[in-house]
């Protein structure tokens, strides 16, 4: 069992920038590709970034690509997610997640992870 705790989101200007955390409980977490999806009111959850349990595979949606960047340490069970020149379209919730599958390379798939945590709200002001 995985128990993950997101902080770091607040309310942001255009532009501006903030870092996501993730506290995950465990000792092995380092097995894990940990993921961060988001979720708009009204819209379906999405897929944001992911990071292989051992940091040296990583995925980003188009959206976010150059903007945002996933990071872990394995040391502290907490895997990052920086969000610089964030938009109005980033406001959502936004919630990490942790994969025991196996395979080089962490999913997009939501429905491929299997725990998750309650979430943090980041709202961009125009």
């Known amino acids: 069992q995985v128990q993950l705790v997101e902080s770091g989101g607040g309310l942001v200007q255009a532009g501006g920038s903030l870092r996501l955390s993730c506290a995950a409980s465990g000792r092995t977490f380092s097995s894990y590709h940990m993921g961060w999806f988001r979720q708009a009111p009204g819209k379906e959850r999405e897929f944001v970034a992911a990071l292989s349990g051992s940091g040296g595979f990583l995925r980003y949606a188009d959206s976010v690509k150059g903007r945002f960047t996933i990071s872990r340490d394995n040391a502290k069970n907490t895997v990052y997610l920086q969000m610089n020149s964030l938009k109005p379209e980033d406001t959502a919730g936004y919630y990490c997640?942790?994969?025991?599958?196996?395979?080089?390379?962490?999913?997009?798939?939501?429905?491929?992870?299997?725990?998750w945590g309650q979430g943090t709200q980041v709202t961009v002001s125009s």
């Open positions: 997640a942790a994969d025991s599958g196996y395979g080089e390379w962490p999913s997009r798939r939501a429905n491929e992870y299997d725990y």
